[in-house]
């Protein structure tokens, strides 16, 4: 019989967490690093030593030997460098962990990602112990490892990763969003919280048939794939039964993630075949960014325990939906408020309404700016391919909410919309209590209930973006409505007619339509609102005059950290759409080439074999014909991407014009060499054909 396992006591069994501190740390030692966790207080080294100990000796009795520095570069994922517990001392082996090691560590700073920060010879870069997210063992074919959570910077200071500047941006919206609640009268909280939760995409495949796929392997995408005979249109998938070789990695997955203190809540069938799910609940944004982090290097990796392969990119598969990661953001306190949460009547709650048009004004004001952190290049595939929310950024309030607000525009708000109760039709069936607003799935930015959820992220980035930039920008609103308000004479009236100010002048990016609409880009142009299509477009507004003096405001990033962070991305475009282009001319030239080219030659052969005993031969000639115009189609374009992607390979000019060439002309050689190709696949014997197809792949599990 199978043992059973009790969640509650699997959960965080491998996290070094509040209850494992009390247990191993002396008092005193324990309050100095609560002190430093929940108010930035600086960590005394004598502290950070009796640490470093309780904790090698909490991670060997659990069968670690060794640990590292566990780090977010700007390469999107994570780094590690592995050191054992062991030492030898006059030929005698022991173990030692010091307060050194735990606080820092030492890596390449060249060798990653610093857009011109550091040079090739400059290679001197710090890692620095996060304490505010706890340490934690992670059990691989290596053994145990205690990770320790930690902070990438360069020798001269300058944030190589993306904690930094997410610890920054909280320490922002920290002091402003306390300086607006002391003014409503608020003296009790001491910290404000953001909040998120990342709901994670992903397409699970059979591994056997992932591995015969180049493009899968190089590029996390099919770069070639003709549509199956059934695809999503029949909507069965979509919270489907789970397969039973899916539910047993799920099963896996959830283990994992609980011992390692990652809070795995729901999990699904998606609207694509072979697309599921997984909802992790809300946590502090830097503990949520670390462990989406432990989310996706989780399902990649147990997922080939189960023969499978786990595709992150946000369009795998053309013609079938791609995966997203929606963000959930909110404000809340350390004695448990969350701003966010309009109360039963929203029109009478001031405080709520104050936060709720800060984040309304920053996201208008910065609209480039959110909508290029949820930019890379796999993302370009799906944001706004009627799937998606589309590029341009708006916000969705909801009825409730658009009708207090167009009250208080008018004069002033005396009522709230309720929900009341909604009967199905069936007596047996409960009276369900109904929400005052529906949901809107094709908004970028909605407010569902007491948190926005960011529904543009996409599936195989880090969360710490988007929720950096919505910390910071938030922070500045707040900024400038605490300097605003504390001036004023008659605070009540003062806050009524900066809601009202607020709301008429920024109402523009609320929409609560149909965002995949050809009205709505009409719309969203007369009203000003950006859009912003790709990538590319994106990566600019990290340079914009407001974006810098709004960052360097609250110290989260300075511009030449921002300029940084621009070249980053371009040059991770370039080289994204480079690997792409010369993986399709691998796989066009050495497999699909030479399969066409041979049954070409079979048909031909069967037509003389046929007109020789004097049969129509008709049907032969049409499929002969068909296939030597795609054939010639299909290698004229392949000489077409080969050449502009010599072209863009050797353009002397600066990352930007070099990203917008592989845009242009680049990643438009390869839509069109794909076209002949898909037209190859469905007129060619599938025995033939050189690698498995979108039908094998998406339902071959």
Known sequence: MQQKISIVDLYGTNVFNDAQMREHLPKRIYTELQHTIEEGAELNASVAEVVANAMKDWAMERGATHFTHWFQPMTGITAEKHDSFLTVNNGKAITEFSGKELIKGESDASSFPSGGLRA???????????????????????????????????????????????????????????????????????????????????????????????????????????????????????????????????????????????????????????????????????????????????????????????????????????????????????????????????????????????????????????????????????????????????????????????????????????????????????????????????????????????????????????????????????????????????????????????????????????GYSEEWIEEAAKRGLPNIPTMVDAIEALTYDNTIKTFERHKVLNHLELQSRAEIHYEAYIKQINIEARTMIDIASKQILPAVVKYKSDVARSLSIVKEVGEDVSVEQKLLHDISENIKLFYHNLQILEEETEKAHCLQCDNKEQAIFYRDHVATAMEELRKPADELEMLVDEDIWPFPTYGELLFNI
């Open 120 to 514: 090739t010879f400059e290679a001197r870069g710090y890692t620095a112990w996060d304490c505010t997210s706890p340490a934690f063992l992670r059990e691989d074919s290596a053994g145990v490892t205690l990770c320790i959570p930690t902070a990438f910077c360069s020798y001269t200071g300058e944030a190589l990763d993306k904690k930094t500047p997410l610890l920054r941006s909280v320490e922002a919206i920290n002091k402003q969003a306390l300086r607006v609640l002391r003014l409503f009268g608020n003296t009790t909280s001491k910290k404000i919280n953001i909040y998120a939760g990342a709901e994670q995409e992903y397409f699970l495949i059979d591994r056997e048939l992932y591995k015969q796929r180049k493009d899968l392997i190089f590029t996390g995408r099919t770069l070639f794939g003709a549509a199956p005979p059934k695809g999503q249109e029949l909507d069965d998938h979509y919270f489907g039964s789970i397969k039973e070789r899916i539910a047993n990695f799920m099963k896996e997955l959830n283990i994992e993630l609980w011992k390692m203190g990652v809070s795995a809540k729901t999990q699904h069938n998606e609207v694509a075949p072979a697309q599921h799910e997984l909802a992790l609940i809300y946590d502090t944004c830097n503990i949520a960014t670390d462990h989406n982090q432990l989310v996706m290097k989780s399902l990649k990796r147990i997922a080939s325990h189960h023969g499978l392969a786990c595709l992150l990119h946000e369009k795998p598969f053309a013609g079938v939906n791609g995966s997203g990661k929606h963000n959930n953001w909110s404000i809340g306190t350390d004695d448990g408020q969350n701003l966010l949460d309009p109360g039963k009547t929203p029109h009478e709650n001031a405080q709520f309404l104050l936060f709720l048009v800060a984040v309304i004004k920053a996201v208008d004001m910065h609209a480039a700016l959110i909508r290029h952190s949820a930019s890379n290049p796999g993302n370009d595939h799906r944001l706004g391919a009627g799937e998606a929310p589309p590029a341009i950024v708006s916000i969705f309030l909801g009825e409730q909410l658009t009708d207090i607000f167009e009250q208080i525009e008018h004069g002033e708000a005396t009522s709230s919309i309720q929900g009341g109760k909604m009967k199905v039709g069936v007596n047996t069936l409960p009276v369900l209590k109904k929400d005052a607003t529906d949901r809107n799935r094709t908004s970028p930015f909605a407010f569902t209930g007491n948190k926005f959820e960011f529904r543009m992220v996409p599936s195989s980035g880090s969360i710490s973006g988007p929720n950096f930039v919505l910390n910071t920008v938030v922070a500045d609103v707040l900024k400038e409505f605490a300097d605003e308000l504390e001036k004023a004479e008659d605070f009540t009236t003062a806050v009524h007619d900066l809601i009202h100010k607020t709301y008429v002048e920024h109402k523009r990016v609320i929409f609560n339509g149909n």
